[in-house]
């Protein structure tokens, strides 16, 4: 998901990014896998954030300097979707979202 018109400051805000990682953990029952890890760069630097889940991993890399942050999510369950658009808008006051969804998997 590439979530554009971000609000700068919750783009460099460790606890705004942890609060929608921990939404989307209990949105889609996802199992963490220790403790999630951050880094923050330094100004005018963003975070990257690293959730280890037992169905894959959850990321995000925040750019606050353009307004931007890429979030992926990868899992090998399949899941209702979430309203990402307005969870991206909540956490990050984001005014755009775009989402792709690759199927992933094996055929049989």
């Not at 330094?42 to 990321?59: M, W």
Request: hydrophobic residues 40%; glycine residues 10%.
């Amino acid at each position: 998901m590439d979530a554009s018109g971000c609000t700068p400051e919750r783009l460099k805000d460790r606890a705004a990014l942890a609060g929608l990682f921990e939404e989307l953990i209990v949105l889609l029952e996802l199992k963490v896998v220790g403790q999630p890890q951050w880094h923050v760069f330094p100004e005018p630097g963003g975070v990257t954030g690293l959730a280890l889940l037992s169905e894959s991993h959850l990321t995000i890399h925040t750019f606050p300097e353009h307004g931007f942050a890429a979030l992926n999510l990868y899992s090998c369950r399949v899941r209702p979707r979430p309203d990402f658009e307005a969870l991206v808008a909540r956490h990050l006051g984001a005014r755009g979202c775009e989402v792709r969804e690759l199927p992933r998997g094996v055929k049989a």
